[in-house]
């Protein structure tokens, strides 16, 4: 799957001045944060090197899952806990 991102750090908008509506704001916990962008820059390396970016935004490639592959118990200080689902 191709994604479009950008790496933004986020402040609420100044008053009067208007929320970008093109954008939307993901947050992940920092471990989760950390192996994505590690995987997005990785990926780029197997674009053409025309094709790392559009109009302003990197371009990353992500491999498609289903949600019953995923594993984890839950999030505990910013971090992924892995784990079987019982």
Do not use: C, T
Not at 3 to 31: M, N, T
């Amino acid at each position: 799957m191709k994604l479009f991102y950008k790496h933004e750090s986020w402040a609420p908008p100044q008053p009067g001045e208007v929320e970008k509506a093109d954008v939307e704001e993901v947050v992940f916990p920092r471990g989760l944060f950390e192996e994505l962008r590690r995987v997005l820059r990785v990926s780029q390396a197997i674009l053409p090197f025309g094709a790392r970016k559009f109009q302003g935004w990197e371009v990353g490639l992500l491999e498609r899952f289903n949600v019953g592959d995923v594993k984890v118990k839950g999030v505990v200080g910013g971090d992924l806990v892995e784990g079987g689902v019982d």
